[in-house]
T-cell receptor, first 112, second 112 residues
């Protein structure tokens, strides 16, 4: 089992729709979770962090965390063509010195 | 506020040579992280430095090494380059014990 798993996609959604991106992780003790957006040929950009169970909203983005089920998701409302990118889920393992483990990413395509 | 900077942007080396990549973190950030992103693969954690000390190391051979300087900038050295070392090398920084990492633009290393 991979430490952080994401569906590679592509996930195709029409403009204006809600895009739902999911991520599962294996380390039950993980406490910190992040979503990054990476455009083709560019470096990852941090868009959301979440540490507690429940929802966290920031503009059109909502991160959802369920530690009991070991999954974290990202919802993008009113999807725009500019949201087309690869979305990386990252999970910090247990322990102060543990590293951030990235999933392989889900490619999102927002169609006109 | 200036972001993470990396140099050079591109680097072309031949097999067996050594490569040195450099990174300057965001002002005030003391932690620097190095990642390798090979084509079609996810982000692979290489090294983490904080306050001049190596905090964690990924599953890479010893020919991948680095250091952090008193001004918190860092360099990554790759000795005895192999063809499969060709990748985008990303540097990220964070505040100490704050796990939100911010990435630089990367160095594209090509080994021929």
């Amino acid at each position: 089992q991979k430490e952080v798993e994401q569906n590679s996609g592509p996930l195709s959604v029409p403009e204006g729709a809600i895009a739902s991106l999911n991520c599962t992780y294996s380390d039950r003790g993980s406490q910190s979770f992040f979503w990054y957006r990476q455009y083709s040929g560019k470096s990852p950009e941090l868009i959301m962090s979440i540490y507690s169970n429940g929802d966290k909203e920031d503009g059109r983005f909502t991160a959802q965390l369920n530690k009991a089920s070991q999954y974290v998701s990202l919802l993008i409302r009113d999807s725009q063509p500019s949201d087309s990118a690869t979305y990386l889920c990252a999970v910090k393992g247990t322990g102060t010195a543990s590293k951030l483990t990235f999933g392989t990413g889900t490619r999102l395509q927002v169609t006109l | 506020e200036a972001g993470v900077t990396q140099s050079p942007t591109h680097l072309i080396k031949t097999r067996g040579q050594q490569a040195t990549l450099r990174c300057s973190p965001i002002s005030g950030h003391t932690s620097v992280y190095w990642y390798q992103q090979a084509l079609g693969l996810g982000l692979q954690f290489l090294l983490w430095y904080d306050e001049g000390e190596e905090r964690n190391r990924g599953n890479f051979p010893p020919r991948f090494s680095g250091r952090q300087f008193p001004n918190y900038s860092s360099e990554l050295n790759v000795n005895a380059l192999e063809l499969e070392d060709s990748a985008l090398y990303l540097c990220a920084s964070s505040l100490q014990l704050n796990y939100e990492q911010y990435f630089g633009p990367g160095t594209r290393l090509t080994v021929t």
